[in-house]
C-alpha cells in the first residue's frame, strides 16, 4: 500500500524529473507538457480520492465528463505520470480505505457491506478477489486480525 502513497507524490511533486529528453522539443516546452500532465493526474486522483466509492466510477466516465478529455489520452498520460493504470489504481485505494475502515471504524462490517460501500457495487465476491490481490489475505481473515 505504500505504493499509492508514492505515487500520490509522483503526481504532486516535481515534473521534471519525469523529463524524456530524447524528444525534439526544447527543454522549456517539455517541462511545460510535463507539468500540465501532472496536473491533469492531480485532478484525476482527486476525484478518485472523492469518488471512489461509486461503484460507476470509471476513466471513461471521469475523462468525458469531469475533464472533458480523450479516456486512451487521459490513461496513457496518467500511466505514465504514475507507473500504473487507473484502474489499478482505483482498485488500489479502494481496498487501502476498506482496510482503514476496518481498523477503525467497524471491525464487524459484513463483507457485502464493504463490497457496496467501497466502490465494488454488489458484487462481494470480486471486492474479496481483489482485497485478497492486495492485501494477502481475506477480507474476514483481515478483518478478525484487526480485532
Not at 507538457?33 to 466509492?53: G, N, T
Not at 489520452?73 to 507507473?83: A, D, H, Q, S, W
Request: hydrophobic residues 35%; aromatic residues 12%; positive net charge.
Amino acid at each position: 500500500m505504500n505504493d499509492l502513497l508514492q505515487m500520490e507524490h509522483m503526481s504532486q511533486g516535481s515534473a521534471y524529473s519525469l523529463l524524456d529528453t530524447s524528444l525534439p522539443l526544447s527543454k522549456e516546452k517539455n517541462m511545460e507538457a510535463v507539468s500540465r500532465q501532472s496536473m491533469i493526474v492531480y485532478q484525476l486522483l482527486e476525484l478518485v480520492h472523492r469518488h471512489y466509492a461509486d461503484s460507476n466510477i470509471s476513466l471513461n466516465t471521469i475523462a468525458r465528463h469531469k475533464l472533458y478529455m480523450n479516456p486512451d489520452y487521459l490513461g496513457k498520460v496518467f500511466k505514465r505520470i504514475t507507473g500504473i493504470g487507473f484502474s489499478q489504481y482505483l482498485n488500489q485505494y479502494r481496498i487501502q480505505q476498506a482496510c482503514s475502515y476496518m481498523r477503525h471504524k467497524d471491525k464487524d462490517a459484513k463483507i457485502f457491506e464493504l463490497a457496496e460501500s467501497f466502490g465494488f457495487g454488489r458484487n462481494p465476491q470480486y471486492f474479496s478477489q481483489v482485497f485478497k490481490k492486495w492485501t494477502g489475505v481475506t477480507p474476514s481473515d483481515y478483518r478478525s486480525r484487526a480485532k
